[in-house]
């Protein structure tokens, strides 16, 4: 088991990459159509993948349970992502980023739905406000890169991204971390492979522009292999719906990120919705946070 610092250090640094990701997803569809550049991150990052295994002397199992936890983990790969790409034709990096802030609400309508766990009165009332925030973001966004068609390409992402942690968790493989990514992007690989034919009339006809390298191999390096070392490290040590709260943290800083070095505007209602959005987040784990902060005061009075 890791110890504290090493699951906060770890849990920050997958935060940090987060919210950069959804830049560097829009930054390398920007000289590449959206599936090629999905397709690409794959393939570059599985022999890096590999060979971060041969020199770390880490074994990749084939055994049925191995393969399965890769192909549930593969969903929060290129399964999820298919939509995110997607949806950069819709959707600012920010709005992107701020989507994946719904990630906690749809992992608890997930486990309510499905596996019959309890939702309290204030976290249902958490959902309605952040619901709301949605609505007041589509409507103040038409006119800055924010369509419907990409919020609802994107909560098809979260979800299948929220399904995956569920079924990765069920699972319960015993596999290193970085086994769990390497065999995940594996299974993404074959799958961009298998979709090669359907988009190869797109296929690239020149070196794309630097902006749209970086951000690929930005993606491929931080958000697929360092980024999913991390995550899988900690689906394997905490809570499903405490891992969700990652992407609570990384709206507001990838707006920053995207305003930044992307000169992303957004409207004064964009902006209120996003704040709406975040407050029924906060509604939502009010009792959580509250619990926290209580465990925390009964162990500072009881040392």
């Not at 991204?161 to 971390?177: D, G, H, R, T």
């Not at 009339?201 to 951000?215: D, E, R, S, V, W």
Request: glycine share 6%; charged share 10%; proline share 4%.
């Amino acid at each position: 088991m890791p110890s504290k610092f090493n699951l906060m250090s770890t849990y920050a640094l997958l935060v940090f990459i987060w919210a950069t990701t959804p830049l560097a997803i829009v930054w390398s569809v920007s000289d590449l159509h959206s599936l090629w550049a999905l397709a690409l991150r794959f393939f570059i990052a599985l022999p890096l993948a590999l060979g971060l295994l041969v020199l770390l002397k880490i074994k990749l199992p084939h055994d049925g349970i191995s393969i399965h936890s890769y192909i549930a983990g593969a969903c929060s790969f290129i399964g999820s992502q298919i939509f995110t790409y997607l949806a950069t034709a819709y959707l600012s990096s920010g709005i992107i980023a701020l989507m994946f802030g719904l990630a906690p609400i749809m992992t608890g309508l997930i486990g309510r739905f499905a596996f019959q766990i309890h939702l309290h009165r204030m976290q249902w009332v958490g959902m309605c406000i952040a619901v709301v925030g949605l609505a007041i973001i589509c409507l103040g966004g038409s006119d800055h890169h924010i369509q419907p068609m990409g919020i609802g390409l994107m909560l098809i992402s979260v979800f299948v991204y929220c399904a995956s942690i569920f079924w990765v968790k069920k699972v319960n493989a015993p596999l290193e971390p970085m086994a769990q990514a390497t065999g995940s992007i594996m299974v993404s690989a074959l799958f961009a492979l298998v979709m090669l034919p359907l988009i190869w009339q797109h296929a690239p006809t020149h070196l794309p522009n630097t902006k749209a390298l970086i951000g690929l191999f930005y993606a491929v390096i931080m958000a697929s292999l360092l980024a999913m070392f991390c995550y899988f490290k900690l689906v394997q040590n905490i809570k499903a719906t405490t891992l969700s709260l990652t992407t609570v943290m990384t709206p507001m800083l990838a707006m920053l990120f995207g305003a930044l070095l992307n000169d992303e505007k957004l409207s004064g209602l964009v902006f209120v919705g996003a704040v709406v959005l975040l407050l029924g987040l906060f509604v939502y784990f009010y009792r959580d946070f509250k619990a926290s902060q209580n465990l925390a005061h009964k162990i500072k009075s009881g040392s």
